[in-house]
C-alpha cells in the first residue's frame, strides 16, 4: 500500500511521513526507557575512573577516525568531517545490542558481564552532555554560522 500511495502522481504522503516520523521518535523514546530500566544507577558509579578514560578514547580517537574514514570519498569538507565526528549518531543502537550482550554474556557465567550496560550508558550520556551542549559553538568556531563571529 505504500509503495502504492508514494508512485501515485496525485496523492500527498507529506501526512504518512509526518506520522512515521512520530512514530519512528515514540518507539526510540520507549525503547530508551525500557533499556535504562534495567540499568542500576550504582552501577554507574561502580565502573570507576578508568571508564571516563575510555570516554575520552571514544570521543577523541574512534568517532573522528570512524567518521574520518567512513567518509573518505565523500565530497564532505576536512570541516564538515570534523563537525560530524563530534556530533555523530550515538544511543539507542549500542543501548540495544549491549544489553541482549550482557544478557547472553551473563547466561555464559562472565563476571563483568553487568559492567557492559552501564559502560555504554555512561559512554552515551558523556557524548550528550559534552557533544550535545557544545555543537554550536563548535559550528562557530568551524565557521559554519555565518551570522555570529568564530569564538575559538
Do not use: H
Not at 13 to 21: A, N, P, Q, V
Not at 50 to 64: D, Y
Not at 102 to 110: H, S, T
Not at 117 to 138: C, E, K, W
Amino acid at each position: 500500500m505504500g509503495m502504492m500511495l508514494a508512485n501515485m502522481k496525485n496523492v500527498s504522503t507529506d501526512d504518512i511521513l509526518f506520522f512515521k516520523e512520530s512514530l519512528s521518535l515514540l518507539f526510540i523514546s520507549v525503547l530508551f526507557i525500557i533499556l535504562s530500566a534495567r540499568l542500576d544507577l550504582f552501577a554507574l558509579f561502580d565502573i570507576g575512573w578508568s571508564a571516563l578514560g575510555l570516554l575520552g578514547i571514544i570521543l577523541f580517537v574512534v568517532r573522528p577516525l570512524s567518521v574520518m574514514l567512513s567518509t573518505l570519498f565523500s565530497d564532505l569538507t576536512l570541516r564538515a568531517r570534523i563537525f560530524l565526528s563530534w556530533i555523530a549518531p550515538r544511543g539507542i543502537i549500542a543501548a540495544a545490542v549491549s544489553a541482549l550482550f550482557a544478557i547472553r554474556l551473563e547466561e555464559f557465567g562472565y563476571a563483568e558481564a553487568g559492567l557492559l550496560v552501564p559502560l555504554t550508558f555512561m559512554v552515551i550520556i558523556g557524548t550528550i552532555l559534552l557533544q550535545g551542549l557544545s555543537a554550536r559553538s563548535f559550528a562557530q568556531c568551524l565557521v559554519f554560522e555565518k551570522a555570529n563571529p568564530p569564538v575559538c
